[in-house]
């Protein structure tokens, strides 16, 4: 099935489920289980008695969570601005379901009079099944839609929850609530991968937060936000207009545009999780794996007129995680093809200093420009189209971190540009 027909599944999959909870609201189990539970509780769905925090108790939940609040802030606030002109609430809540982070209009929904606020509690037990509440209950994912709350007040919104967890514990929730009318499925498969995100950059923290300072990650991940914010609002603005397009041809093309800035998302997030997760090592020959990448470039090098070319001089063994070390050599060769417009020439080459193993990728690109070197391993520094901005990122923290080793380079202006990479032999390892 093509993206388009699959985009399509999805709009007619979610209109049905919006028709099945207007006819029967309690017709899925997990919103059945819910007001079950809501009911244990003794709520009363027409009158809900809100609990909050004082300012006491605010300020000293707040200092509590201050290293998620800052984790999650640009998430919250990239997802509000993709939300710009509709009425909603992005929240973040502890493992409690205290609100301690709160961006949007919650006003238009109803505010503090329908508790939604800072330092409001969103736990099932006071306000019945919503994005947040559920989520905690369950540890999973859920869409609370309209007539699906139990408190009646929430009836016109549509609410999506994701917990966020490290290693196996609840730390919170983040929460996503709009009117029903501009609901959709979507919004809650961001939610996921922002959480996934967060997730990962706890446990890059947790595993050696010796290495990096939260300041650091924080600029790390603001800057991603920032650069998915992009893709948000082309996704927004292409799905309003299929809204009102009338022409099929309009249609299909604004589907497959959706679906490409999806994808573009989905790259940059897979790309900070590959950076941050901590990986095993083990002793192995890399000339198999650098032979796999070289293989697996030479057809796009031979239509492109671009020699590539490998020599190595020995076997010695390495510590290295194979998957991360292959997409290393994978990014530099790929940024060396990226750059050549014509022919050139790509030489990899592998040889032992007696105490390192020296692995360098040399092209004739034509050199790195000047404003461009000092700041080269830095995130979204050097970006291309169609890129994330995270590839030699990704490569200088897996080599230098991950491998304990080094990684270098020198450039000449209209010559071409050489990568070192010096990894540490088993035997001084030992």
Not at 371 to 392: H, Q, Y
């Given at each position: 099935m093509n993206n388009i027909s699959g985009t399509c599944d999805i709009y007619t999959e979610w209109e049905s489920f919006v028709s099945d909870v207007r006819k029967s609201p309690a017709a899925r189990p997990i919103t059945l289980e819910s007001w079950k539970r809501c009911s244990e509780f003794d709520l009363q769905a027409d009158k809900l008695k809100y609990k909050f925090l004082s300012e006491e108790e605010l300020r000293r939940k707040i200092q509590e969570n201050s290293r998620l609040i800052e984790i999650c802030k640009p998430y919250l606030e990239s997802v509000s601005l993709s939300l710009d002109k509709i009425p909603h609430i992005v929240g973040l809540s502890d493992k409690e379901g205290w609100i301690i982070d709160l961006r949007g209009t919650p006003q238009d929904l109803g505010g503090r009079d329908a508790g939604l606020c800072l330092g409001s509690s969103w736990s099932e037990r006071f306000i019945g099944n919503n994005g947040i509440g559920t989520a905690l209950s369950l540890k999973q994912p859920v869409l609370v839609h309209g007539v699906e709350h139990y408190g009646m007040v929430y009836g016109s919104c549509s609410c999506m929850g994701v917990p966020i967890m490290s290693n196996g514990e609840v730390l919170g929730a983040l929460d996503i609530s709009v009117p029903v009318k501009y609901a959709h499925p979507s919004r809650l498969h961001i939610l996921v991968a922002c959480a996934s995100s967060i997730e990962s950059v706890l446990s890059y923290i947790n595993y050696n937060s010796n290495n990096m300072n939260l300041s650091t990650m924080s600029g790390i991940i603001s800057t991603a936000v920032h650069d998915l914010k992009n893709p948000l609002a082309v996704i927004s603005g292409l799905g309003q207009l299929g809204n009102i397009a009338t022409d099929e041809t309009k249609i299909k093309s604004y589907f497959d545009r959706i679906v490409n800035q999806a994808d573009e998302m989905n790259k940059m997030v897979t790309e900070l999780l590959n950076v941050f997760k901590p990986e095993e090592l083990s002793s192995q020959n890399v000339r198999p794996i650098i032979e796999e990448v070289i293989n697996s470039y030479k057809p796009i090098c031979d239509y492109k007129n671009i020699k590539l070319l490998y020599n190595t001089d020995g076997d010695d063994l390495v510590r290295v995680n194979r998957k991360l070390f292959k997409r290393s050599i994978e990014n530099l060769i790929n940024n060396a093809v990226q750059s050549m417009n014509g022919a050139g020439t790509i030489t990899v080459e592998t040889k032992s200093t007696g105490e390192a193993l020296l692995i360098t990728v040399k092209d004739t690109a034509g050199g790195?420009?000047?404003?461009?070197?000092?700041?080269?391993?830095?995130?979204?520094?050097?970006?291309?189209?169609?890129?994330?901005?995270?590839?030699?990122f990704m490569v200088y923290y897996t080599i230098t971190n991950t491998h304990k080793g080094k990684i270098w380079f020198e450039t000449e202006s209209g010559s071409g540009t050489e990568f070192f990479i010096e990894l540490p032999l088993c035997k001084q390892l030992h």
């Open positions: 790195i420009p000047e404003e461009m070197r000092d700041i080269l391993f830095e995130p979204f520094a050097f970006k291309r189209s169609g890129g994330t901005g995270l590839g030699l």
